[in-house]
Each structure stands twice: as C-alpha cells, then as structure tokens.
C-alpha cells in the first residue's frame, strides 16, 4: 500500500509530466539534444572506418575538406536562418489567434506538435552540422573528412525542406476559424467520453453516485483543507486520495473540480473522519494531491474548451466581428457535445471502498463534483441565451440544438426538467428580443419541436 511519501512522489512525478507536455521548448530540446549525440556518434564511426566507405561511392559521396567546409556551413547558415523564420510565423500567428479567436486559445498553438517539431527538426540538425563541421581536419591527416556525418547532414536537410512544407501547411489550416472551432470539439468530446468512461469504472452506476450525497455515517468529525496556493486546479490525484482515505479510514468530499479556481485559503476538499484528525501530515499529503496553476488549461479539464467554444461564439456574435456563420458553428459544436454528455451517460465520479468499485456494500471513500450531463446543459444553455438571444438566426439554431439534446436525454432523468426549464427560458428572452413580429411564430415552432423531442418527466 502506498504511503504518504508515495502519494506526494507521485503527484511531484504527474505535475512534471503535466509541465513538460504543455511546454513549447521540452520536445525541440530533446531534438537538439539527439542531434548532439547522434553527430557524437556518427563522426565515431567515420573515425573507425565508415568515412572511407562512404568515399570508396565516388561522387558526390568522395567529397574533400573544403568543399565539406562550404557545404557544412551553408547547411549551419540555412537552417538556422529557417528557425528564425518558423519562430517568426509563429508569433504571426499567435497574434492572430488571439485577435480572432480569444487569448485564452493561443497556449492550444504553443502546444502545436507540428510547430514543435519543425523548431526541433531544424535547431537538431543546426547542431549536428555544427559538431560535424567541427570535426572536418581536425585529425592528425590533413584531409579527414567524416563522410558518413555529412551524408547524414544532407539527409537530415532534405527532410527539413519536406518537413516544412507540411507545417506551412498546418500553420495555413491552424489558422482557420472553423478549423480550430472543430479541433476545440474533437477535444471536448474525447474528454467527455473519457469522463464517463473513467465514471463508470470507479463509480458502477447510478446506485454508488447516490450514495456518494449521503449523510457520511458515522465519520462526523471534518477537517477542511485549503490548497494554501491561490489558482485555478489543474489535475486532482483521486486515486491517491482514495488511497489516502482508505488508509485513515476518511471520507473526502471534494468542493472543487478541475478548472475551478481555489484561494489559498478557500476549502477545496473535506475531510470526514470518525475522530479528531492529529496528523498534519494527512492533510498535508490531500493538499498535494491537487495540482494548482496560474491559468486555467485543458490537461485534466476537457470543460476549459467547452467554455472555449463559447468565447468564439460571443466574440463572433459582438458587433465588433459580426461573424453569423462562426456563430452557428460554434453552437453545433456545443450542442452536439451536449448530446454527447447524454449518450455516453455522464455524470460524477464517486471512488467507492471495495474490491470492484461495483457493490452497494462498499464505503463512498472520495466523493468528487466533476461534471454531469444535466449540470453541463445547466451551465451551456444560460450563457448561449445571454449571448445569442438578441440574434434571430442564432437563437433558431440554439433551440434547433435543444431538440437534438432532447432526443438524447433519457426518460425519467433529471436533465429532462433542467432543459425543458432553460428551453423556456430561452424563446421567452428570444421572443422578447425578435426585431421582427415575423421571427417570433418560428421561435415558436423551434421550441415547441424542442419540447416535443423531450421524453415524459
């Protein structure tokens, strides 16, 4: 069983990981650092024979010291050059981003595998050449020439070129509003069904989820633990929480999420014990298992792209841009995501005291507030009222969305009157707000289609 030392190990281990992924210089330093080693030994070999191989070829392979001077160097010359160009269309395009899409998106295209590895592929090779070219006569004989290194120096600027002509590609699609709007979906998706997959497997179903809001027996003593670092939560250990509480025979109720913000002395999680909790080093080791940031990111919080999305919607629906079609793109993706949340029958984990996760014997150790179907339609459907109520063609599409939702939304669930109450909501304010008298009997009509795809409460 894992001790207290284990839990903070590996939160420190799952922090780092989290870090370097997120980072734009870890996967290029990792290039330039193989390129060093690579030239280390490919010049080897060249040394214990391999160069005279590669001359025995003949041309362009028998090439001599200072033609592999002026080679080397231009090649050092060009990609360096090309560096400076791909980090300058980088920026270009970060500032693009951020004036058409929302800042919040511009850490998404530093994250950007294809723009990491274009620096690394260049700045890799800007380093092997440069220790290849080093080594050109620097031998006893005059005219060493490590012939096998400068092969490989040709290959691996050739593969430069290819290699960049695809990420001129990707940066142009990147760059596209509807692109990025479908790629900020794809994500949401993905981590939804993650979510209720990862749900179902800890929890079992519904019968564990509505233990996990019952009285917590007879562990009636509680210790509220603060982070003591103010920003928003990033990843939440629960299984080393759920190891922790089985080991001090807890129950801990989570009041934060990932991508909630937590002030260094709010509560984030409570502990319910049956005594008097004295180790301080217990609520030290469920402090570490949350893992603070400055800024809000997607790493464990597929729901920062929802609220992505969203932004694009507002900015594109703000007299400023005035871009409809964004708009509607934007609510497809939102609502289809929604839909999602039903289908694959989301809703909060409960980390649950025994063998399987999968008994109604077992003790709800960890009771978590991640997100749920009908809480996403309850958080989605308002703000979308707030920004598109006031554009015709944009409300018809949000109450277009609810009919979809509905068709997915199980008879008997809670989500049943969470929708039906926001779909109200919403063609009361739309009907309010139509400029025309002739928009309001199809604002009818929508909602009424929504009502009707809804199954009996």
Not at 5 to 26: E, M, P
Not at 67 to 95: K, M, N
Not at 419 to 441: C, G, K, Y
Request: with cysteine; hydrophobic share 50%; charged share 15%.
């Amino acid at each position: 069983m894992a001790s207290q030392g284990d839990v903070q190990r590996s939160t420190w281990i799952v922090r780092a990981v989290h870090r370097l992924n997120v980072s734009f210089w870890f996967l290029p330093g990792c290039l330039i650092t193989f390129g060093c080693v690579l030239a280390i030994f490919s010049v080897w070999l060249d040394h214990a024979g391999a160069s005279d191989a590669v001359a025995s070829l003949g041309p362009p392979f028998s090439i001599g010291v200072e033609t592999a001077r002026q080679l080397l160097s231009t090649l050092a010359g060009a990609t360096v050059t090309v560096v400076s160009l791909v980090f300058s269309l980088t920026v270009v395009a970060l500032t693009v981003a951020a004036g058409n899409l929302g800042p919040r998106l511009v850490d998404r295209y530093m994250r950007n595998r294809v723009t990491q590895v274009t620096m690394g592929l260049f700045s890799g090779t800007f380093a092997f050449t440069i220790m290849v070219l080093s080594d050109v006569g620097s031998s006893a004989a005059a005219d060493s020439v490590p012939r096998l290194s400068i092969t490989l120096a040709l290959v691996f600027a050739l593969s430069c070129v290819a290699w960049l002509t695809y990420a001129f590609h990707n940066l142009a699609r990147s760059l596209q509003i509807d692109q990025a709007s479908s790629e900020l979906a794809h994500s949401l998706d993905a981590g939804l069904s993650a979510m209720a997959k990862q749900a179902r497997a800890v929890c079992g179903g519904t019968m564990a989820a509505e233990r996990a809001h019952a009285p917590p027996d007879d562990r009636t003593v509680v210790t509220d633990v603060s982070t003591g670092t103010g920003g928003y939560v990033e990843l939440i250990q629960y299984l080393s929480l759920a190891d922790l509480a089985r080991r001090h025979d807890l129950r801990i109720e989570m009041l934060v999420a990932p991508g909630d913000y937590a002030g260094p002395r709010d509560v984030a999680l409570r502990l319910h014990a049956g005594g008097s909790i004295t180790e301080t080093a217990v609520v030290r080791a469920a402090a570490r298992c949350l893992v603070i940031n400055a800024t809000r990111t997607d790493t464990d919080d597929p729901l920062f792209n929802l609220h992505l999305l969203m932004e694009v919607a507002a900015r594109a629906l703000s007299p400023g841009v005035n871009d409809i079609y964004t708009a509607l793109t934007c609510i497809d993706h939102l609502t289809g995501s929604l839909r999602l949340a039903f289908d694959v029958g989301l809703e909060p984990m409960v980390f649950v005291d025994d063998e399987n996760g999968r008994t109604a014997t077992g003790i709800v150790r960890v009771q978590t507030c991640s997100a749920s179907a009908e809480g996403l339609v309850a958080l989605v459907l308002p703000n979308l009222r707030r920004i598109a109520c006031d554009n015709t063609t944009a409300a018809l599409r949000v109450l277009d969305g609810c009919a979809r939702i509905a068709r997915a939304v199980p008879s008997g669930h809670a989500g049943v009157v969470i929708l039906l109450r926001e779909i109200d909501a919403f063609v009361a304010q739309a009907t309010e707000l139509a400029r025309s008298e002739a928009d309001r009997p199809a604002l009818a009509a929508a909602a009424q289609a929504a009502r009707d795809a809804l199954p009996a409460k």
